[in-house]
C-alpha cells in the first residue's frame, strides 16, 4: 500500500510539472512587444504618349485601417484593427512572442471599370519580449 501511494505522489507530481511547463503561450494581446510601421498611398496613371505609368502623386496615408491576425494563417479573421495616424504610422503594442500577418486592403479597377479591394499581406514573427518590430511600409495604388 504505502508503495502504491508513494508511485501516485511521482506520477501526480510529474503530470503538474509536465502541464506547467508545456503551457506556452499563444501570439496575441499580453506582451511587451510592437510591430509598427508606415502606410504610402501612390497614384498613378498612363501615359498617352509613351503607354507607360507615371506617378502623379506619394504619399503618407493617414486614415487607413490597418488589420492583425494573431496568427500565421492568412484565412483567420482579423483580431484586432487600427487606423494610421497623421502621418501614415500605425503601430500594434503589447503583443506576445509569436507569429502574426498584419494586413491592409488595396484599392483596384479592373477592365471594365469595376472597383474592388484586395488585401496586401504582410507576416512576421515576433521572437523575443520588450522588442520594437518595424515592419516596413506598405505602399497601395490608389
Known amino acids: 500500500m504505502n508503495i502504491l501511494k508513494q508511485t501516485f505522489k511521482y506520477v501526480f507530481i510529474a ?28 497614384s498613378t496613371y498612363q501615359n498617352a504618349l ?14 487607413k485601417d490597418i488589420y492583425i491576425i494573431y496568427s500565421d494563417n492568412e484565412s483567420d479573421f482579423y ?14 503594442d503589447f503583443l506576445r512572442k509569436g507569429k502574426y500577418i498584419v494586413f491592409t486592403y488595396a484599392d483596384s479597377t479592373d477592365a471594365l ?19 520594437s518590430y518595424n515592419l516596413g511600409d506598405f505602399v497601395i495604388n490608389k
Open 15 to 42: 503530470t503538474i510539472t509536465f502541464m506547467f511547463f508545456s503551457c506556452e503561450k499563444q501570439s496575441g494581446e499580453g506582451g511587451s512587444s510592437e510591430i509598427t510601421g508606415l502606410v504610402y498611398k501612390l
Open 50 to 63: 509613351t503607354g507607360q505609368i507615371d506617378t502623379i502623386s506619394y504619399q503618407l496615408d493617414s486614415g
Open 79 to 92: 483580431d484586432d484593427k487600427i487606423e494610421t495616424n497623421w502621418n501614415g504610422q500605425y503601430k500594434f
Open 113 to 131: 471599370n469595376t472597383n474592388y479591394d484586395f488585401p496586401v499581406f504582410k507576416h512576421i514573427e515576433i521572437e523575443a519580449n520588450n522588442s
